[in-house]
């Protein structure tokens, strides 16, 4: 294997250990986070990797998940949001196994009131 190659796929594994998560939000079964150090602004869209951890397993095809790391895209004038990158592990915190990734974009959808969805894009377009 190349250097190179070796060298990202060094860089994308220790991601998650370097990431500083930061407490967005919680209800009866998710916590939220985001890093703040992932906010990537271009002119009205900005993306964010954020974790979702839960309190019981779900299920995912059979496999018991305990978080979601998602990478998502928010429209801030349009009150949109896609998915470009979902990551589901064994263990809380993006902790464990990786036990799936979904790779997109998806289409866009717009912000439900109230989500979780509607919390990071406030964060993300700096209208927290």
């Known amino acids: 294997m190349s250097k190179p190659i070796l060298m990202m796929l060094l860089?994308?594994?220790s991601s998650?250990?370097?990431a500083e998560w930061v407490d967005?939000?919680?209800?009866?079964?998710?916590?939220l986070y985001y890093d703040p150090a992932t906010i990537m602004k271009t002119g009205?869209?900005?993306?964010?990797?954020?974790?979702?951890?839960?309190?019981?397993?779900?299920?995912l095809a059979g496999k018991k998940y305990m978080s979601l790391r998602v990478l998502s895209e928010f429209d801030c004038w349009?009150?949109?949001?896609?998915?470009?990158?979902?990551?589901?592990?064994?263990?809380?915190?993006?902790?464990?196994?990786?036990l799936s990734t979904v790779s997109g974009p998806t289409?866009?959808?717009p912000v439900p009131r109230g989500s979780f969805n509607e919390i990071?894009?406030?964060?993300?377009?700096?209208?927290k």
């Open 11 to 13: 860089a994308l594994i």
């Open 16 to 18: 998650n250990a370097m």
């Open 24 to 31: 967005a939000g919680a209800n009866e079964t998710q916590h």
């Open 44 to 59: 009205n869209l900005v993306k964010m990797w954020h974790l979702h951890d839960y309190s019981e397993a779900k299920d």
């Open 78 to 98: 349009k009150n949109e949001f896609r998915i470009f990158n979902e990551t589901y592990h064994s263990e809380n915190m993006a902790g464990g196994d990786v």
């Open 107 to 109: 289409k866009w959808q």
């Open 120 to 127: 990071l894009k406030k964060i993300a377009c700096g209208k």
